[in-house]
């Protein structure tokens, strides 16, 4: 049989311990609680609602409408259906007159004529040997250019009289010139030989040389512009040339 005071006892224990389990447990939320940051809005106060003021809301005299000019006003067209919003006239403004700006006509271009097509018989004409010996160009005479001078070291000079330079040979035969000198200038030149042992050959001497006499008479010198198609002739030329002012030199 069981003793009633010790369950009365056994009880109370129980229920001593289930209290402060629910103290201790109270306890730990309150702590929670109060760590969380509470966000709460303060309750904004009622803005006042403001008071009229009588004079204030006195009603403005109206405004006195503007006085309607009839002659600066722009008078509209009357619509139609092709027109159906007509434009208001505005004042024309004159454009000055436009002039054709004149253009220079373009520069016509000279004709060029083509060489003569040869024959196969006329070019083996052209490299068959020619018979004979040419004759000598006739001598060429003239004035020097203002200012032109003859390239000499200081102090030499060209002795008057007529000079012959040596025999100049080339692929296409031999080359030889007198020069006559005049004042100590040169003034006049002729060719005593030149390549003719085939008929081109002929006629590129016949092309080159006079051209080249009168440039060394104008420029005073052996160094002239080479003729085109004569290069190996207008070579031979210069250093012909340069040899017989050699032979003119004089200290």
Request: aromatic share 4%.
């Amino acid at each position: 049989m069981l003793n009633p005071r010790r369950d009365s006892l056994a009880g109370k224990l129980l229920l001593s311990s289930a209290l402060v389990a629910v103290s201790l447990a109270y306890g730990w939320w309150q702590a929670r609680e109060v760590k969380r940051p509470v966000m709460a809005m303060a309750p904004m106060p009622p803005k006042p609602m403001p008071v009229p003021d009588p004079a204030a809301v006195a009603p403005a005299a109206p405004a006195e409408p503007a006085p309607l000019d009839v002659a600066a006003a722009p008078v509209a067209a009357p619509a139609t259906a092709a027109n159906p919003v007509a434009a208001p006239k505005t004042a024309a403004v004159a454009k000055a007159p436009q002039t054709a700006t004149p253009t220079a006509p373009e520069p016509q271009q000279a004709a060029v004529t083509p060489p003569p097509t040869l024959t196969p018989q006329q070019a083996l004409q052209m490299y068959v040997p020619m018979e004979g010996a040419s004759p000598a160009f006739p001598p060429v005479s003239g004035s020097p250019d203002a200012g032109a001078v003859a390239p000499l070291p200081a102090g030499m000079h060209l002795a008057d009289g007529d000079f012959v330079s040596d025999r100049h040979t080339l692929m296409w035969g031999d080359l030889r010139v007198r020069i006559s000198i005049q004042g100590g200038a040169i003034r006049g030149m002729q060719v005593l030989q030149f390549p003719d042992h085939r008929s081109q050959s002929l006629y590129l001497s016949q092309l080159a040389l006079p051209v080249l006499q009168s440039e060394v008479i104008k420029n005073q010198k052996a160094q002239v512009d080479v003729v085109s198609s004569a290069t190996d002739t207008s070579y031979t030329f210069q250093d012909a040339v340069a040899d017989a002012i050699t032979k003119a030199t004089r200290g």
